[in-house]
């Protein structure tokens, strides 16, 4: 999936965290709609994080069944830099709130739970879960992604990385037959050749 422009993810953070109907599916050229180009709208549209509908004449937005993987891709991207933008921090605070009040967990635990864990440690982790503990094993990229929550340029930066290292190596599928429409949006580009799986060899 193509990086998000900071107007993008403003979008979708603030439809998605958002606590009143306006907020979660706005009408076009209202609220966060009214600074973001129609192609840029477009573009999620056509990744489906977005959809749109129609009522009474009028058009809306709203969350796509890719949304939820826009956001847990997203949430550490930049925002614009506007007061507007600091509402959906306000929000997602909110639901930090709800959440510790109604899980029983204390502020301390939750500002400290896996701070310590880096991109590559994530990485090792889901892969070995994706392959049962093994190493030397090909997954596919798409499967990884969804089960890293990181921002997608932080895994991309921590892959290449790994790879640089002789950690792991990134594969394209030559096969044109094999290549979803998934593998497509999570592909790695190395020298505008795409990288569709990872091998972690040490």
């Given at each position: 999936?193509?990086?998000?422009?900071?107007?993008?993810?403003?979008?979708?953070?603030?439809?998605?965290?958002?606590?009143?109907?306006?907020?979660?599916?706005?009408?076009?050229?209202?609220?966060?709609?009214?600074?973001?180009?129609?192609?840029?709208?477009?573009?999620?549209?056509?990744?489906?994080?977005?959809?749109?509908e129609?009522?009474?004449?009028?058009?809306f937005?709203?969350?796509?069944?890719?949304?939820?993987?826009?956001?847990?891709?997203?949430?550490?991207?930049?925002?614009?830099?506007?007061?507007a933008?600091?509402?959906?921090?306000a929000?997602?605070?909110?639901?930090?709130?709800?959440?510790?009040?109604?899980q029983?967990?204390?502020?301390?635990e939750?500002?400290?739970?896996?701070?310590?864990?880096?991109?590559?440690q994530?990485?090792r982790?889901?892969?070995?879960?994706?392959?049962?503990?093994?190493?030397?094993?090909?997954?596919?990229?798409?499967?990884?992604?969804?089960?890293?929550?990181?921002?997608?340029?932080?895994?991309?930066?921590?892959?290449?990385?790994?790879?640089?290292?002789?950690?792991?190596?990134?594969?394209?599928?030559?096969?044109?037959?094999?290549?979803?429409?998934?593998?497509?949006?999570?592909?790695?580009?190395?020298?505008d050749?795409?990288?569709?799986?990872?091998?972690?060899?040490?």
């Amino acid at each position: 999936m193509k990086k998000p422009t900071p107007h993008q993810t403003f979008l979708v953070l603030s439809m998605y965290f958002g606590t009143t109907a306006k907020e979660r599916e706005p009408a076009f050229r209202e609220g966060p709609l009214k600074s973001l180009k129609p192609a840029l709208r477009n573009e999620l549209v056509d990744q489906k994080v977005l959809r749109t509908e129609k009522r009474d004449r009028k058009s809306f937005v709203a969350l796509g069944d890719e949304a939820e993987e826009f956001v847990m891709q997203n949430l550490g991207a930049p925002l614009p830099k506007t007061p507007a933008a600091g509402a959906v921090l306000a929000h997602v605070l909110g639901r930090v709130r709800e959440l510790l009040q109604t899980q029983g967990c204390s502020l301390a635990e939750f500002a400290g739970a896996k701070l310590e864990q880096l991109p590559e440690q994530a990485i090792r982790e889901a892969y070995l879960g994706l392959t049962h503990g093994e190493k030397r094993r090909r997954i596919r990229l798409a499967d990884l992604r969804r089960k890293v929550a990181v921002p997608h340029e932080v895994l991309n930066d921590t892959l290449l990385a790994m790879q640089n290292a002789g950690q792991v190596v990134l594969y394209k599928l030559d096969n044109t037959a094999e290549i979803s429409a998934d593998d497509e949006q999570a592909a790695l580009y190395i020298a505008d050749q795409p990288r569709h799986i990872v091998y972690l060899e040490a």
